[in-house]
């Protein structure tokens, strides 16, 4: 399979490329420089360029501006629902247009956020656009599943990334941790191993968002 997967660089997407790429598939994961999510024009010029031979499309970037609802600023909320959702929406509609319908075949995997499902302070921008981007997934469920194009959605829970390591003491990674009724993070892999059969395996699955989140029970 020609899978095109975005916010590639690092943590879950870098694992997810990493993953498929073992698995044998043709990945393309196009670097800031290549495709700016957060530019309407870039994503433009990448569209009028893509080779439209693709089979998949994972929409992995992710922006989060933390900031009480209060001091959001214009520019953050529209920042965050371009590339969260505005991104996700045009590249989803042109391999649909010109690669899914024709050969009546397209995997489309959207990653969420366990945030969905217990809010945060602080992330209004952040859940709105992947409420926003889980109703994308649920429509295009619904208007090419009859085509051959199957979407969803995965919502990991608080994933074991460098990310998190560095933004967080041995002490609190163990808080968090607790938080799961598993006692431990979400593995990157566990997150990738789902997108690959999403992408590769699944035959009749649609519509759904999948919270990979080892039974969240809140509490943060």
């Known amino acids: 399979m020609k899978i095109l997967v975005t916010g590639s660089s690092r943590g ?3 694992e997810i490329c ?14 800031r ?26 929409n992995n970037a992710g922006l989060n501006h933390i900031e009480s609802f209060t001091n ?9 629902m371009m590339v969260n ?11 649909i247009r010109h690669s899914f319908l024709p050969k009546r075949f397209g995997r489309i995997v959207n990653i969420g956020t366990i945030w969905l499902k217990h809010p945060r302070e602080g992330r ?28 969803n959605m995965i919502s990991p829970g608080i994933v074991d990334t460098d990310l998190t390591r ?4 041995t002490q609190e990674i163990e808080i968090l941790s607790k938080l799961n009724s598993i006692e431990k993070l979400i593995s990157k892999s566990d997150i990738a ?20 989140d080892g039974g969240f029970k809140g509490g943060i």
């Open 193 to 212: 191993s789902m997108v690959n059969f999403l992408l590769t395996e699944n035959k009749v699955i649609n519509g759904q968002n999948i919270f990979i």
């Open 124 to 151: 209004t921008t952040y859940t709105l656009s992947k409420a926003a981007l889980e109703s994308l997934t649920k429509s295009l469920a619904i208007e090419f599943g009859r085509e051959g194009i199957l979407s």
């Open 12 to 14: 879950i997407g870098e």
């Open 33 to 58: 420089s290549e495709l700016n999510l957060a530019s309407y024009p870039s994503i433009i010029e990448f569209i009028k360029n893509l080779d439209i031979d693709f089979d998949g499309l994972v």
């Open 18 to 31: 990493t993953n498929l790429s073992k698995l044998g598939h043709e990945v393309i994961a196009p670097s």
């Open 72 to 80: 959001i600023s214009l520019d953050q909320y529209n920042e965050t």
């Open 166 to 169: 560095f933004n967080n003491s």
């Open 85 to 95: 959702c505005t991104a996700p929406f045009l590249l989803s509609q042109s391999l």
